[in-house]
Every structure is written in C-alpha cells, then in structure tokens.
C-alpha cells in the first residue's frame, strides 16, 4: 500500500487549502483513511477521518467547521479541504490508511494506522 500526498505550499491565510492523498497498490475501498498534521516541536495530532463504506466522517474539534475530507474512488484519492486557512495551520501533513476489516481504530490515535505518505509542508503567510 503506498499513499503520497500532494496540494501542500506557500498559501495565504484565509483562503482555501486542498490537499490530495493518492492510494495505489490496493484498493482505497480495503481501507479508512485519516489526515493528520505535525507542526514544528509539536505531536502529530489527528485533523479528519472519512470511514469507507457509510462515509461517515470525522473532524479535530479545535478546527470544526472548516474541513471537509471526501473520497473520489474515480482517481483513487482522498481529499481534505481546510478552508479560512490560518497561520497555525502550518504543519506538515500527512494521510494514513487504517484497514477497514480490522478492529475499532480511532481517528485521534495515529497508533491506529498502519500504512503513511511521506508528508506535505503547508505554510500559511499572514
């Protein structure tokens, strides 16, 4: 299982950020995908989960209401979009892949999954 994430960079503050998380080497639809974000001298921490089968989706508490996580099984890829980006969003972020047929994992406990992309820097500019 491979994932390699892509849409990280320099962005202004305010905007909308999208970042992409490609599956390949097993079907996307085996597995429950997460994103989370490690920022500079900080844990990793969990930001959204999208569950395969019913869709249901998960998001960080401290950043409800502006993220949407959404698969488009069309290009293998799942999608997370933060929205009135701040500067504290600046981290590196990565996607994870969590087996769908294994037990209970959560969103919040990177321990839960098994498979990482190599990670995108976001850096969001005042």
């Known amino acids: 299982l491979r994932l390699v994430e892509s849409g990280g960079g320099l962005v202004q503050a305010g905007g909308t950020l999208t970042l992409s998380c490609e599956v390949s080497?097993?079907?996307?639809?085996?597995?429950?995908i997460g994103w989370f974000r490690q920022a500079p001298g900080k844990d990793r921490e969990g930001v959204a989960c999208?569950?395969?089968?019913?869709?249901?989706?998960y998001y960080a508490d401290s950043m409800k209401g502006r993220l949407a996580i959404a698969r488009d099984r069309s290009k293998s890829t799942v999608r997370l979009w933060i929205t009135t980006i701040r500067p504290d969003d600046t981290a590196v972020y990565y996607c994870?892949?969590?087996?769908?047929?294994?037990?209970?994992?959560?969103?919040?406990?990177?321990?839960?999954?098994?498979?990482w992309g190599q990670g995108t820097q976001v850096t969001v500019s005042s």
């Open positions: 080497g097993w079907p996307l639809d085996l597995y429950n």
């Open positions: 999208e569950r395969n089968g019913d869709g249901r989706t």
């Open positions: 994870a892949a969590v087996d769908r047929r294994g037990p209970a994992w959560d969103c919040a406990a990177t321990t839960d999954f098994i498979s």
